[in-house]
């Protein structure tokens, strides 16, 4: 099978998340994620073992856990934008 997990979940045009559809740039946002406490207990503990993920640690994980690739990626994203924001607090 050619490797190419879930990322055909591309819809229309996605600029930073929003749904673009058509030219007068009506913004249709995507529903923000709802993550179970399932997901966010294997999230969390991964991030505590590594606050970066390589692209097959990040395909794998997405899989374990029914998410895109894309919703792992942003977790993380904003996960060490949110650790760095209290550790800059001491």
Do not use: D
Request: charged share 25%; aromatic share 6%; hydrophobic share 35%.
């Amino acid at each position: 099978a050619p490797l190419a997990p879930q990322e055909h979940e591309k819809p229309l045009a996605i600029a930073n998340g929003e749904l673009r559809i058509n030219g007068k740039g009506k913004k249709l946002r995507k529903p923000r994620t709802i993550y179970s406490s399932l997901q966010l207990q294997a999230l969390n503990q991964r991030f505590q073992q590594t606050q970066y993920l390589a692209l097959p640690e990040r395909a794998e994980l997405a899989a374990q856990l029914g998410l895109t690739q894309t919703q792992v990626k942003i977790w993380f994203q904003n996960k060490r934008s949110k650790y760095k924001k209290i550790m800059k607090q001491g």
